[in-house]
């Protein structure tokens, strides 16, 4: 299949004929005000619906209130109309009610169903949608301009054929996307039963391989500090100087998206300190998020505790350790303006760690699997990016 998709797929468009949205797809008008009555048991709203997946997923009980009226059924596609850029459409198996934030689209004679949520997935079909919303703070598209978007239709014969191609290109990412949660799930049961958490009253029922530490007794946990903006020659500098948005979402540091550097003067200014490489970043505020120095030291700002790990300690493993026992470190959180743990309360914070053999093995088993995670993860991203291309070359 890859083989196939990376090179230009040769697509005889002679017969094809140009059509509008609205010729081959409607708008349904449907709804209902006994939802109970008409058994309907599933509730969509925006947050139900994944940026560029073609799946419907999730849905809420109809048990749960609601003040959504409108109906769809079985293959229609659910179209985000507010804030279209977000490009949320996904294909429904199985009926409901949906928010009226969410247009329902669906097929005419003239379309297979199976082909509309392709079509829609078209990078130049939400560029339409996005172009033609209108509002500030919240656009919205109507469905009566979206029905004026054209693009060339197959004949039906042909549709099957494009709809079998596009459906076995979706399943090669399913598929790789449940090996990637039957990981998730092993990794998730492995943490849960080699990383301890600790709980009042657990001292005495450690096994003799495992110490209680508080955080400050295992590493040296510092802050950061950002120089002064006014003073030109704190800036521009070679010095690598992190934000926790310069940390991607996989908890790696890439230099090359690092925003701002400092200079040495900088840093002598805020008193501030090069972490080495081995140091491990944990930003402390509302968006909890991790990473390990690996390239070369760097400074931080002050969203940032950062620690240095002592010889009680393997710096990857106090790393998976701190990312296991995230809802423990969030409770921590406090604060008005925005939500942020402070170091004094992290510094208290208590921790189960085993001998250093025990630790050498459980690190390398969880390196193990981020590794294959990592992987499948791109895989996983290739995939859809020839998906998305074989759509683009389609239609």
Same mark, same amino acid.
């Given at each position: 299949m890859e083989e196939v998709l990376n090179k230009k797929i040769e697509i005889d468009k002679s017969n094809w004929q140009p059509v509008k949205f609205g010729d081959v797809v409607f708008e349904p008008k449907e709804s209902t005000k006994d939802p109970i009555g008409d058994n309907i048991k599933h509730v969509v709203g925006l947050e139900h619906i994944t940026s560029d997946d073609i799946h419907l997923r999730n849905s809420a009980s109809i048990e749960e209130s609601t003040t959504f009226t409108k109906k769809f059924a079985v293959d229609d596609v659910l179209f985000g109309r507010r804030r279209a850029y977000l490009k949320k459409a996904a294909q429904a198996k199985f009926? =409901? /009610?949906c928010s009226g934030d969410i247009t329902v689209f669906r097929a005419k004679d003239n379309l297979l169903p199976e082909l509309l949520p392709f079509i829609v997935h078209n990078d130049k079909f939400f560029d339409y949608a996005i172009k033609h919303s209108a509002g500030g703070l919240s656009p919205r598209v109507k469905f009566k301009d979206l029905a004026n978007y054209e693009f060339l239709l197959p004949p @039906? +014969? *042909? *549709?099957? @054929? #494009?709809a079998e191609l596009l459906w076995a290109m979706d399943e090669v990412v399913e598929r790789e996307n449940e !090996? #990637?949660?039957?990981i998730n799930i092993s990794k998730r049961a492995y943490e849960k039963k080699c990383l301890i958490k600790y709980r009042s009253g657990i001292e005495n029922k450690l096994p003799i391989d495992y110490k209680i530490y508080r955080l400050s007794e295992i590493a040296e946990i510092t802050g950061g500090s950002t120089p002064s903006r006014d003073i030109e020659e704190y800036w521009n500098g070679e010095i690598p100087w992190l934000t926790p948005t310069d940390v991607t979402k996989h908890n790696k540091i890439l230099l +090359?998206?690092?925003r701002e550097y400092i200079t040495e003067s900088g840093l002598k200014n805020i008193s501030n300190r090069l972490y080495p490489v =081995?140091? #491990?970043l944990y930003c402390s505020r509302a968006t909890i998020g991790y990473a390990i120095i690996n390239d070369v030291p760097m400074a931080t700002n002050q969203g940032f505790s950062n620690f240095i790990c002592n010889e009680k300690v393997n710096n990857y493993f106090l790393y998976?350790? #701190?990312k296991h026992l995230t809802n423990e470190l969030t409770r921590l959180a406090g604060g008005s303006t925005f939500l942020e743990i402070s170091k004094? $309360? /992290?510094?208290?914070? @208590?921790? !189960?760690i085993p001998s250093q053999n025990i630790m050498m093995k459980v690190t390398e088993k969880l390196l193990e699997y981020e590794k294959t995670r990592l992987e499948l993860e791109s895989k996983i991203s290739r995939s859809k990016a020839l998906q @998305? $291309?074989? /759509?683009? *070359?389609v239609f």
């Open positions: 009926n =409901g /009610i @039906k +014969d *042909q *549709q099957a @054929k #494009l !090996v #990637l949660e039957r +090359d998206r690092t =081995g140091s #491990l998976f350790l #701190l004094s $309360s /992290i510094r208290r914070f @208590k921790v !189960v @998305k $291309s074989l /759509i683009n *070359q």
